[in-house]
């Protein structure tokens, strides 16, 4: 869908007369595509297809690292995530238009990759993987300087870093030289240029490398609202299931070059027929978990320890019958005495995919030896 420049100007008035609260990134969008001569007309990428790719193939002489794969990507936070060398940042740089596919196609926000390189950059950002920042200039410099890169006049520019740093977190600092900068912060810069032109798409690969894990959690946050604040869908890569669980809306999972599964983090994560079960302890009952699991199994219930499963701790699992097993329970912990924390259906964790494509490869190698 295109607008038009005059479509613009009008909404920018619209917000002109309406006050926005202290700052208003939409607004300065809108500034900017006003200010923007180069971008005419302004894509939406509501109800299209961002990334679309057929039989993607990569070969470097040694090694695969895309093999056939077929994928397409709607608006939203998307995780792409597979082991190292799964083919990840070959994917991101293939679809950059800065490095040729050995077979098959692909296109990005409508635009044939092997053709349109310059139009798919002008229109996505990229934070690389690896540490690329100059040591000796400020994050105002850099920013200022892939701005004006982009194609944004110099008020504009040094407008939107501005505004762009604060966005990421990052305040005085931003007038030190990058060299002195913590990994955190680092990482933040390598955000902020990739937002700073206005992108309608980002590829972040992978943008919580380390950080701990309340930097991977801010990370996480800003991630999350690239999308939710400002509209501009998000392609992150990463090699821990956990953060993407919580951070995406789509995950599309690679593995030797090949698509493993693409779906919905919903799809991924939906409820199972388990329950899991944590109660507290007492004086009386010192491990109530035992209790409630002998107490189950004496009413001919059987249960199963749960602690081998990520972030499950005292937990107890059993197979839920419907509404009476749900009574039996809460008669059982209240007869003991005890303090029902949870009682919840069990949701997959996407992990639990890897795991069953890794017990379906040993079950096929073990039935080919
Ligand atoms: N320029 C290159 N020349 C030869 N082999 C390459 C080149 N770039 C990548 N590879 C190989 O392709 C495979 C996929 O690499 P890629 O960097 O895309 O993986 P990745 O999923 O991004 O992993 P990581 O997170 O470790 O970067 C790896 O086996 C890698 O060694």
Request: proline residues 5%; aromatic residues 4%; hydrophobic residues 35%.
């Amino acid at each position: 869908m295109g607008t038009t420049p005059a479509g613009l100007t009008a909404r920018l008035f619209d917000l002109r007369v309406t006050p926005t609260g202290p700052y208003d990134w939409r607004l300065t969008r809108r500034q900017l595509f006003g200010l923007t001569t180069a971008v005419v007309h302004v894509t939406t990428v509501d109800d299209v297809t961002v990334i679309a790719t057929e039989s993607l193939s990569k070969r470097f002489p040694r090694v695969t690292a895309l093999d056939r794969l077929s994928v397409d990507v709607g608006p939203g936070v998307t995780g792409l995530v597979g082991a190292n060398g799964a083919g990840k940042s070959t994917l991101i740089k293939i679809l950059l238009g800065l490095s040729p596919a050995t077979e098959g196609r692909a296109e990005v926000l409508g635009l044939d990759v092997a053709t349109k390189g310059g139009a798919i950059r002008e229109r996505v950002g990229y934070m690389p993987e690896h540490d690329c920042l100059p040591p000796d200039v400020s994050a105002t410099e850099f920013v200022v300087h892939m701005a004006r890169m982009s194609g944004l006049p110099p008020a504009a520019a040094r407008e939107r870093t501005a505004d762009t740093l604060r966005h990421v977190g990052l305040y005085e600092e931003r007038y030190r030289p990058i060299g002195g900068y913590s990994t955190g912060m680092k990482q933040r810069v390598k955000l902020a240029q990739a937002l700073v032109h206005d992108p309608q798409l980002v590829f972040l690969d992978e943008p919580t490398n380390g950080l701990d894990p309340v930097g991977r959690d801010e990370m996480l946050g800003l991630i999350r609202r690239v999308y939710t604040d400002f509209g501009i869908s998000v392609l992150v890569t990463s090699h821990l299931l956990g953060e993407l669980e919580r951070t995406c809306d789509h995950v599309v999972v690679v593995d030797g070059g090949k698509l493993l599964r693409s779906s919905s983090t919903r799809d991924f994560t939906q409820t199972t027929t388990t329950l899991a079960i944590e109660v507290t302890d007492t004086d009386e009952h010192p491990d109530g978990t035992r209790a409630v699991r002998d107490a189950l199994l004496a009413r001919g219930v059987s249960t199963h320890d749960g602690s081998g499963l990520p972030g499950a701790g005292h937990i107890l699992l059993l197979t839920a019958e419907g509404e009476q097993t749900y009574d039996l329970i809460r008669d059982v912990v209240a007869d003991l005495g005890l303090g029902l924390v949870r009682m919840e259906q069990r949701r997959h964790h996407i992990a639990e995919v890897f795991k069953d494509s890794d017990d379906q490869r040993k079950e096929a190698v073990g039935h080919g030896g």
